[in-house]
């Protein structure tokens, strides 16, 4: 009919799924980024008075009293200032200490990440760990995933630094450099899916079902720029149907992932059915900007070599990692705690073992 109005083209689901992750992602880095900037001076400020307390210390010999008496008259002189309290000085004076050029005057550009990071994420940082090193990468991976100091907690608890890059992958010899390290560093092993409450047998499908309901914190443990794009997603390849578990946008890597579940032991054939689904994604949803899509097996544990032995004549890049329902114990609390076979023994004393009562001595009353 004359004058009527086209329709509007309808928008592809999974080209819109990857626009809008990379929208959101792309606010919550910015809004990150403000953040810091804010904490940034006041981060030089806490330094600055640690060395001047420091240096003062060391040349008019003073001892360690002179801190809570600066505390006490500064909440005297100024009522309203916040974070002057005794034990915040004592730290100043240690972070200035421990990194005594963060913020050298002859080098403003091109700080060192302690001088870019919350001044919380930095005594979080130095309460936890000695080794600079260790800090250094924390550091590192706040300011790539613009993680508050509730999830640097999450992730020292969790022991990222452990877990990254320690997937199965055969990234050297399927992706170019820098895109191998950049994939290899983004997976790790074990994932750590403690937010679910499986208990065995479990099937599949539940773990799916659990990991999607549960997606804010699934996509926090798997880590910055994965975007979800959808679960069982279908390929019809031929006359047949195929379902993708997952399915993911990866906002860095500008590469779809493909995430297959798998309960128990890895085992060959896994990797030759997700090869055949990155060929398929390759084909029918990867942009010509894109890079190749990714691959990546989730199972309860895996022999090293039975999955290098795997990926070894895979076209595709793929990498195999374990996932853990609980948090592992540390080892000195895990020896503390009385085993099952205790637990059952003092049980089994209390509710019939105790030895009988008595009987009075003496004739009757």
Not at 228 to 233: A, D, H, I, L, N
Request: proline share 6%; with cysteine.
């Amino acid at each position: 009919m004359a004058g009527k109005r086209a329709a509007p083209k309808a928008v592809a689901r999974t080209g819109f799924s990857a626009l809008l992750g990379e929208v959101k992602g792309r606010i919550q880095a910015a809004q990150a980024r403000a953040i810091f900037a804010v904490n940034a001076e006041l981060v030089r400020l806490y330094w600055d008075v640690g060395r001047i307390v420091r240096e003062r210390q060391a040349r008019e010999g003073w001892g360690a009293g002179v801190i809570p008496r600066l505390a006490r008259e500064l909440h005297n002189d100024l009522p309203d200032l916040k974070g002057f309290s005794e034990r915040n000085i004592k730290l100043m004076v240690q972070f200035s200490s421990e990194y005594p050029d963060a913020f050298a005057p002859s080098d403003p550009i091109g700080q060192p990440p302690v001088a870019q990071i919350p001044w919380a994420h930095n005594v979080l940082l130095m309460q936890k760990f000695k080794d600079l090193d260790l800090r250094r990468w924390y550091m590192g991976q706040t300011l790539v995933n613009g993680w508050s100091r509730n999830v640097l907690g999450l992730m020292i608890d969790a022991h990222a630094h452990l877990r990254h890059g320690k997937a199965v992958a055969n990234f050297h010899q399927r992706l170019p450099a820098p895109q191998s390290d950049l994939a290899r560093q983004t997976l790790k092993d074990p994932y750590i899916f403690d937010f679910l409450t499986l208990a065995e047998p479990f099937q599949e499908r539940e773990l799916e079902t659990g990991l999607v309901r549960h997606l804010e914190k699934f996509l926090l443990e798997l880590g910055q720029g994965f975007a979800f794009v959808g679960r069982q997603f279908r390929l019809d390849v031929g006359d047949e149907d195929f379902y993708i578990d997952l399915l993911f946008y990866h906002l860095r890597l500008r590469a779809f992932v493909v995430i297959e579940l798998k309960k128990g032991k890895f085992k060959p054939e896994y990797a030759g059915k997700l090869n055949f689904y990155c060929n398929v994604i390759n084909d029918r949803l990867r942009h010509p900007s894109d890079q190749p899509t990714i691959g990546l097996i989730l199972c309860q544990s895996r022999d090293r070599l039975l999955a290098e032995y795997s990926l070894a004549g895979i076209d595709q890049p793929i990498g195999v990692s374990t996932y853990e329902l609980t948090r592992a114990l540390p080892p000195t609390l895990k020896s503390a705690l009385p085993t099952v076979e205790q637990i059952e023994a003092e049980l089994s004393q209390d509710a019939g073992d105790k030895p009988a009562k008595p009987k009075p001595k003496g004739g009757k009353r």
